[in-house]
């Protein structure tokens, strides 16, 4: 049973340009969560989603960073105009249900570097 | 104030020692608190949740003060394995997010 997939794995992009960032879940699982980590930071949420819904963007930043999980199809995170403040790993986790008890389990990041 | 407040260590310490790590929370609705552990570049994985009355996996155990709002770790006998990041992580009721601390980075020597 494969893990979550992300790719991917690595990332350059030019300031102003666009990164587009997925993620598949673990098979059966239906809830996916996006989170940053910048260098020498912890892990920040940036959003969950369930099947075509968004749950909890909060952690979104407010312009150019969007996210969406269709019905087929893998998870994307889509960072417009990406500046050097980008330059993070992108971690997406899944859980099997949005319990307090369901553990998310983590796939192996997207690092994304913008020059 | 962080959410989530550890002290990002180094934390050096011989094969065999113990070693005890401590994170403190500021939102009393937390509901849910694990342990993660992040190895260098990598995802973090689950070490284990933490419960009110104290839990322990081996080596590895792990208490939960809610009237403090403080959690901790204990390592026992360490191993070079243990070596890596460990991510106190706290999730608030009625949410699907972690709120993670920066880490607590353990390097265990020879």
């Known amino acids: 049973n494969a893990g979550v997939m992300q790719n991917p794995r690595h990332l350059v992009r030019r300031r102003g340009q666009e990164a587009r960032l997925r993620c598949s879940p673990m098979?059966?699982?239906?809830?996916v969560y996006w989170y940053r980590q910048l260098p020498e930071e912890g892990l920040k949420f940036m959003v969950y989603l369930q099947k075509e819904n968004i749950i909890d963007e909060s952690g979104m930043p407010k312009e150019r960073f969007s996210a969406e999980f269709p019905k087929e199809g893998p998870s994307i995170l889509r960072i417009q105009q990406v500046v050097r403040g980008d330059s993070a790993a992108y971690f997406c986790?899944?859980?099997?249900?949005?319990?307090?008890?369901?553990?998310?389990?983590f796939g192996p990041g997207t690092r994304l570097t913008v020059l | 104030r962080k959410e989530v407040e550890q002290d990002p260590g180094p934390f050096n310490v011989p094969e065999g020692a113990t070693v005890a790590f401590n994170c403190t929370y500021s939102n009393s609705a937390s509901q849910s608190f694990f342990w993660y552990r992040q190895d260098c570049r990598k995802e973090p994985k689950l070490l284990m949740s933490?419960?009110?009355s104290g839990n322990e996996d081996g080596r590895f155990t792990a208490q939960l003060n809610r009237a403090s709002q403080y959690i901790s770790l204990l390592i026992r006998d360490s191993k070079l394995s243990d070596s890596a990041t460990y991510l106190c992580?706290?999730?608030?009721?009625?949410?699907?997010?972690?709120?993670f601390g920066q880490g607590t980075t353990l390097q265990v020597k020879p």
């Open positions: 986790a899944s859980s099997l249900q949005g319990r307090d008890d369901n553990e998310q389990f």
């Open positions: 933490v419960y009110s």
């Open positions: 992580v706290v999730k608030p009721s009625n949410t699907g997010k972690l709120i």
């Open positions: 098979k059966g699982h239906s809830h």
